[in-house]
């Protein structure tokens, strides 16, 4: 006879799903990036760099933001810059730092992929107030070390 399950195995089931539909929301997201990055002609990590490029940040800011190393980031943003998207720029109080900026054509990009992704996003089947709660556990959980 099997012993019942005790509150440690229904843990572990918990956990076990919630990190599948955390992790098979991530792949949707992601999907749904690369998806509209091609069609406007961009890799999935120059779409993230433009989607986060909200004002002048750092290489190392930016880098954070994308959820990758400096040295990833730069490669990047080279091509960004080569297509005319981004300029550096002095930064205003450090003068070895560089800040990124958004060019009129990269900003005019910019605000195309985000409608683009707002249009038909995963999250799209969620209320204003769900979306909220839904950051709300997100961060709760990110912040937590």
């Known amino acids: 006879m099997t012993p019942p399950p005790d509150a440690s195995d229904e843990r572990v089931r918990a956990e076990r799903a919630l990190c599948g539909l955390v992790n ?3 792949q949707r997201i ?3 990036l690369r998806e509209h990055a091609a069609g406007l002609g961009l890799t999935a990590a120059q779409a993230t760099a433009l989607r986060e490029l909200n004002g002048p ?3 190392r ?3 954070g933001r994308m959820g990758c190393e400096p ?3 730069t490669f990047v943003v080279d091509r960004l810059e080569r297509q005319g998207l981004v300029e550096r720029r002095p930064h205003p109080t450090d003068r070895r730092a560089r800040h990124l900026v958004l060019t009129p054509a990269g900003s005019g ?4 992929l985000l409608a683009l992704l ?3 996003s995963p999250l799209a089947g969620l209320g204003p107030e769900q979306r909220l709660a839904l950051q709300e556990l997100l961060e709760q959980a ?3 070390p």
Do not use: F
């Not at 990009?109 to 195309?112: D, K, N, S, V």
């Open 71 to 73: 040295s990833n980031a």
């Open 61 to 63: 800011e930016l880098a």
């Open 118 to 120: 707002a249009a038909d």
């Open 142 to 144: 990110l912040a937590r």
């Open 109 to 112: 990009l910019r605000e195309r």
């Open 24 to 26: 098979g929301l991530a």
């Open 30 to 32: 992601g999907d749904h």
């Open 57 to 59: 940040l750092t290489m």
